[in-house]
C-alpha cells in the first residue's frame, strides 16, 4: 500500500494513515475488479504505466470518503440564515450587489442544496441580488450524484420540520425517491477541482465551507490551503470547517467567532 499511499499523497494530498489501509485495499478491490486484473499489486503495476493516465481519476475517487447529510452540523446553517445572509442581502440589494458562496468539498450534494435552501429562506423572489454557489469536489463520481439532486425519500424524515420544507423537494420516479427543486439547483454550479491544484476562480468569497476536509490532510498542505481560502475571502467574510478540525496554526487574518466558524478580518 506504500506505493499507493504515495501516489494519492501526490496527486490529491490525501493522506493514507495505517488504520485506514485495510479500508482503501477494500476500495480498490472494486478498480481491480472493474479493470479486470487478478490483484491489488497488479492494479499497482497498472498505474505505473503511461496507459493509467485515465485511471488516476478513478484511483482518486475510490479512496476518497463521502460522508455527508443535509444540514449537518446545523450550528454553520443556522448562522448563516440569521447572522450572515440578512446582512449582506441589506448591504447589497438594489444595486445588483453580488453574493458567492464556496462549498470546496460538495460530495453528493446535500451540503450545498443545504446552502441553497437557507439562503433561497433569506433571499426570497428578490432579483436584485446576483447570487451563486459555487459546489466543488475532487471525486467525479458524486458530482453526478449531486448534480442529479434525486435522493430516497427516507433521507429526510428525521430533519428539523423547520428547515425540511426549505428544501422545496419534489417527487421522482415513483420508487420512493424525491429531486431538489429546479430552483435550488438553478443557484449552483458544480465543478471538479483538487483543492492542491491550481485554482481558476479569482474570488472574492462572501463564505467558504471547507467542512470535514483537512481531517484527511497533513499540516502543511492544510496551511497552504487556508491561506489559499483566506485570499479569496473578501473582509468580514466567514471560514466554516468541520465540527472535529482546526486551523493548522492561527491565522493572522482569522478570528475564531463560532464553533468552528472564523471570520476574515480586514
Known amino acids: 500500500m506504500g506505493f499507493i499511499a504515495k501516489l494519492v499523497y501526490e496527486q490529491a494530498g490525501i493522506v493514507i494513515r495505517e488504520h485506514k ?7 480498490l478491490a472494486r478498480r ?11 492494479y499497482c503495476a497498472f498505474l505505473k ?3 493509467a493516465a485515465d485511471e488516476i481519476p478513478e484511483l482518486i475517487n475510490a479512496v476518497t470518503t463521502n460522508h455527508t447529510s443535509f444540514y449537518r452540523e446545523r450550528h454553520h446553517f443556522d448562522h448563516l440564515r440569521k447572522e450572515v445572509l440578512p446582512r449582506l442581502v441589506q448591504e447589497r440589494s438594489g444595486r445588483r450587489g453580488r453574493i458567492r458562496i464556496w462549498c470546496s468539498a460538495a460530495s453528493s450534494g446535500e451540503e450545498p442544496y443545504s446552502i441553497a435552501a437557507v439562503s433561497r429562506d433569506v433571499l426570497g423572489s428578490r432579483s436584485d441580488i446576483d447570487f451563486k ?3 466543488t469536489d475532487i471525486d467525479t463520481d458524486v458530482l453526478v450524484k449531486a448534480e442529479a439532486a434525486v435522493y430516497p425519500s427516507d433521507q429526510f424524515e428525521r430533519l428539523p420540520s423547520d428547515i425540511r420544507p426549505l428544501l422545496k423537494l419534489e417527487p421522482h420516479g415513483g420508487r420512493g425517491e424525491v429531486r431538489i427543486s429546479d430552483d435550488l439547483r438553478r443557484m449552483i454550479a458544480f ?3 483538487n483543492l492542491i491544484e491550481r485554482w481558476p476562480m479569482s474570488g472574492p468569497f462572501d463564505v467558504i465551507f471547507c467542512r470535514n476536509v483537512f481531517i484527511y490532510f497533513d499540516t502543511q498542505t ?9 485570499g479569496l475571502l473578501a473582509p468580514g467574510a466567514f471560514l466554516y470547517l468541520g465540527h472535529s478540525e482546526s486551523l493548522p496554526q492561527p491565522h493572522p487574518q482569522l478570528r475564531l467567532i463560532g464553533r ?3 471570520e476574515r478580518l480586514p
Open 21 to 27: 489501509e485495510a479500508m482503501t485495499r477494500g476500495r
Open 191 to 193: 465543478k471538479r477541482l
Open 49 to 51: 504505466t503511461p496507459a
Open 32 to 42: 481491480v475488479k472493474a479493470l479486470g486484473l487478478g490483484s491489488v499489486s497488479e
Open 222 to 230: 492544510k496551511a497552504s490551503i487556508l491561506d489559499r481560502f483566506v
Open 260 to 262: 468552528t466558524i472564523y
Open 133 to 135: 454557489i459555487l459546489a
